[in-house]
């Protein structure tokens, strides 16, 4: 059996820079970001992370800021700031993957989220997939016993931890499956990333709705007097479009062009360039652990 680890770089980079407070080195460069990132990417290559060793490595980024999702909706992620000290630091991140030896995938026109699910839906039946993301949004590809989501930044003392079905229900709702939760997105939007929703539709009720009915479109298919109540009835039915709308945008795409599986297998670390490149970015303890774990020269 085969196993694929999938990395989401470009929202654990994202969060990381702006969880963090700024951070630059004696030459005045940003390195907050890259520094959390290298860290991260340690970590999840460490074989105690997870129970099995994964063949298989693939390290997810954005490539381009418009999608196909913009085509759709021209608000979407409307009023996100672009931070010139983030985009900076990109670069640099690539790099670390590359010294890492593993296969880094950004596709044209699609979000990592797209890269991911494509990954999971074309990969052979025989392999095993775990996906290492702070995005609560690629629950949505899990399926137990082959696709997994693990955070990073979850569990105990954020050591990190394997998300469950009863997180699932716990973020999006009793009674919510993987496959509901864009269901769900679709009555309440996302207000992070400007999907719309149905007008005066919560996340309580729209999950409330999911639950009951089983999809977005046997609710809005559904008899006035099946709903709770006739305010929601008269606003879902109102906002039949909107909530197709954002249907379409919160499904990922599972039509992303990607490597095959055999692309992705890990090659060897190159760790005296990884160290160097640490050390010239004068991160020197990252430096430090590098060169004692992988025993080269700092």
Known sequence: MRRLLLID?????HRAFHAAPKMVNNEGFPIGAIQT???????VMKPRTFPNFHDHVAVVFEKSAKTFRHKLHAGYKAGRVRHEDLTKQ????????????????????????DVIASFCAKCPFDTRITVATPDKDLM???????????????????????RTPEEIERVFGAGIKPRQIVDVQALCGDPVDKIPGVAG??????????AKFGSLEV???????????????????????????SYSLARLSTNVPIPTLE??????????????????LRLQSIARQVARDYRVAL
């Open 37 to 43: 990132f290298t860290w991260m990417m340690l970590k």
């Open 201 to 210: 539709i919560g996340e309580k009720t729209a999950s409330a709705l999911v």
């Open 140 to 162: 949505q590809v899990m399926r137990p016993g082959f696709i997994e989501v693990y955070d990073p930044r979850g569990g105990k003392d954020n050591e990190g931890a394997m």
């Open 9 to 13: 770089a470009s929202s654990y980079i």
């Open 263 to 280: 692309m992705t297998k890990r090659q060897d670390v190159d760790a005296e360039a990884l160290v160097k490149l640490l050390v010239q």
């Open 219 to 245: 609710v809005l298919a559904a008899p006035d007097g099946e709903f709770p109540s006739p305010r929601i009835a008269r606003l879902v039915k109102a906002g039949a479009d909107s909530a197709r709308l």
């Open 90 to 113: 990109m670069p640099t991140c690539r790099e670390i993957v590359s010294t890492l030896g593993i296969t880094r995938v950004e596709v044209d026109g699609f979000e990592a989220d």
